[in-house]
């Protein structure tokens, strides 16, 4: 599909619709179910087009599921693609996903221990909290005053334009005593 195509072709009417278990019906239906009454980012096609990326179906499946799944690997994305189109192949979502981190769309993480990692949120040099024991990832907003460990003591000569910092630690939940001992 080109990107001028027009949006109502992403619809599917032959499928029946209910919730996100489906592609939704045309793309107000899309934005409602992706925005609700807040307006956190820009809809789908939108977002695809400010990167210069084709408007498919796959492509905004993988957003939607971005969305409602931050901080998510490419089996959970291309599960939740699926239930959205029906059918996509993890290879199309892998190609998706590069596309994305490519054009600056989305953000790939790569925590220790685990898979590759991917949001929506771009643009701020944020950092993350994951639990040691369940994997939950949380964003956390950059420390404001001193930055001990952002500014490097020594380059070795790489010209730095970036510091990641991954807080380690245990979730609420897994952090809760268990009641039973």
């Not at 209910?18 to 899309?30: A, K, Q, R, Y």
């Not at 956190?40 to 977002?47: F, K």
């Not at 024991?133 to 003591?153: F, M, Q, T, W």
């Amino acid at each position: 599909m080109r990107e001028s195509d027009d949006a109502s072709k992403l619809a599917h009417p032959h499928r029946a619709q209910t919730g996100w278990s489906g592609c939704c019906h045309n793309l107000e239906s899309f934005k409602k179910r992706w925005l609700g009454e807040r307006v956190p980012h820009p809809d789908p096609v939108t977002m695809l087009r400010a990167a210069r990326l084709r408007v498919t179906r796959p492509r905004i499946a993988v957003l939607a599921a971005l969305h409602r799944h931050p901080h998510a690997d490419t089996d959970t994305l291309a599960e939740a693609a699926r239930a959205d189109l029906g059918t996509v192949s993890t290879q199309a979502v892998y190609d998706v996903l590069r596309a994305f981190t490519e054009s600056g769309l989305v953000r790939r993480i790569e925590p220790a221990g685990s898979p590759a990692r991917f949001e929506i949120r771009v643009g701020d040099n944020h950092h993350h909290v994951i639990c040691r024991h369940c994997g939950a990832i949380a964003d956390v907003d950059c420390a404001v005053g001193e930055r001990p460990c952002l500014d490097a003591s020594e380059t070795h000569g790489f010209v730095i334009d970036e510091a990641e910092v991954i807080y380690w630690g245990l979730c609420p939940s897994c952090a809760r005593p268990d009641p039973s001992s």
